[in-house]
């Protein structure tokens, strides 16, 4: 890993700047030897104007603006590893495609500062590392700066590490938020396609959670097939096995639940009729849980986090029981009271015993004080089901 610091002015680093407008990109500048927005490069996202006139507003009066990290992909040839947004900006204002409000308020273009300000911004020196080395070291590289700017994820570091036809094709698919299956996926997936969140949930499912491993072996395919085609079986399995969408879907682990899940044969409308009962029922609290709940066979009631007895129900009856074992001489914990054992007479302490529903939730048990007994930790630990 080289890194050689240089100068580069304005007017330079904009000669030949191209912009394109439909994806919102820098493409080059330097006459042609730079590419502002490698494929890696999260897209354009100052958008919002503030950045854009703060990034201006620093070069009329002459403020930093932080180092500008270049890759060097062949002598005299350039990327921007770090910057893009930056040089985007500043390209964009010189070639007249938005204002700034300068000093007095008023808008100004490029074409309409003085010529003296328009020399400032044009002579204007940019503070560039240009950077040359293998993919570990630029990724280590990566991980260590974090100059003016949002910091890339992780998502956008192993797209600058793995460039190449692979990415340039995956996030044609996964990193468009025109692709009109975004809205459909948003369903399942958490996080800003423009982040690379869906592109990093593909890639996790289909390499079992190896995504740089995964990338580094695909990196020079031209196409996407398995990648895509596992991430399209995944969301259409959940969406038929569960057709009704609820918000709680949104970052389940539904690749897993497809492994695991997806050899059963399932009745969708029981499904959907159980969702919604479990959705009603007030003493679910983890609404999350309820579809892998529902998948597992409505086995683990501790996905779904049973709403549990309070501390004062819990001393209640702790005291009716001990009140009434001690006139019988039995224990208090009513199975150890029962039939024969060496625990038969003992008195547990309140801390030695846990709340457990007489009739279970899942046949129907409530969660109040008549539904409500204390038995020994080993015992409610052996009845084991909310
Ligand atoms: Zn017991």
């Known amino acids: 890993m080289k890194a050689d610091l240089s100068e580069y002015s304005v007017h330079d680093v904009v000669e030949g700047f191209t912009y394109n407008e439909l994806e919102g990109k820098g493409l080059f500048g330097l006459s042609g030897h730079l590419t502002i927005q490698p494929e890696y490069q999260r897209n354009y996202i100052y958008a919002d104007g503030k950045r854009d006139a703060a990034v201006i507003n620093s070069l009329l009066n002459g403020y930093p603006l ?22 985007t900006s500043i390209g964009r204002y010189v070639t007249g495609k ?11 273009y490029f074409s309409g500062l ?21 993919e570990d070291e630029i990724r280590e590289w990566f991980k260590t700066i974090n100059t003016a700017g949002i910091p890339l994820n992780d998502q956008e570091l192993l797209n600058a590490v793995y460039s190449g036809p692979f990415v340039t094709s995956a996030k044609k698919v996964f990193s468009n938020s025109r ?15 423009n982040r ?28 996407i097939k398995e990648l895509q085609t596992h991430f399209d079986t995944v969301i259409e399995w959940a969406s038929t096995i ?37 959705y009603a029922d007030p003493y ?39 009140q009434q074992a001690k006139i019988k001489g039995t224990s208090n914990c009513p199975l150890c ?4 054992n060496a625990n038969k007479t003992r008195m547990w302490k309140i801390g030695e015993m846990d709340a457990d529903h007489v009739s279970a939730w899942s046949k129907g048990g409530v969660t109040s004080i008549s539904n409500c007994q204390m038995l020994c930790k080993t015992h409610n630990r052996s009845k084991g089901n909310a």
């Open 337 to 340: 009271a029962f039939g024969s």
């Open 66 to 87: 932080g180092i500008i990290y270049f890759n060097v992909t062949a002598p005299d040839t350039f990327e921007v590893l770090d910057g893009q947004q930056r040089i």
């Open 284 to 322: 679910v609290t983890a609404k999350k849980g309820i579809f892998e709940y529902i998948l597992g066979g409505e086995q683990r009631t501790e996905l779904l986090q049973i709403r549990i007895f309070g501390e004062a129900t819990k001393k209640t009856v702790y005291a009716q029981q001990t």
């Open 114 to 134: 003085s010529q003296e300000l328009q020399d400032k911004i044009l002579n204007y020196k940019l503070l560039v590392y240009k950077c040359s080395g293998d």
């Open 196 to 223: 690379q969140a869906y592109l990093e949930r593909a890639l996790d499912w289909v390499s079992d959670g190896q995504i740089s491993a995964y990338m580094s072996a695909h990196r020079q395919d031209h196409g």
């Open 98 to 108: 938005f204002a700034i409000q300068y000093k007095n308020g008023m808008e100004q």
């Open 242 to 278: 569960f057709p009704t969408i609820e918000k709680e879907m949104r970052g389940l682990e539904w690749d897993r639940f497809y492994k695991e899940f997806h050899d059963t044969a399932y009745d969708t409308n029981h499904n959907d009729k159980e969702m919604h009962r479990l």
């Open 179 to 193: 692709n009109s299956n975004c809205m459909k996926w948003s369903a399942y997936i958490r996080g800003d396609v």
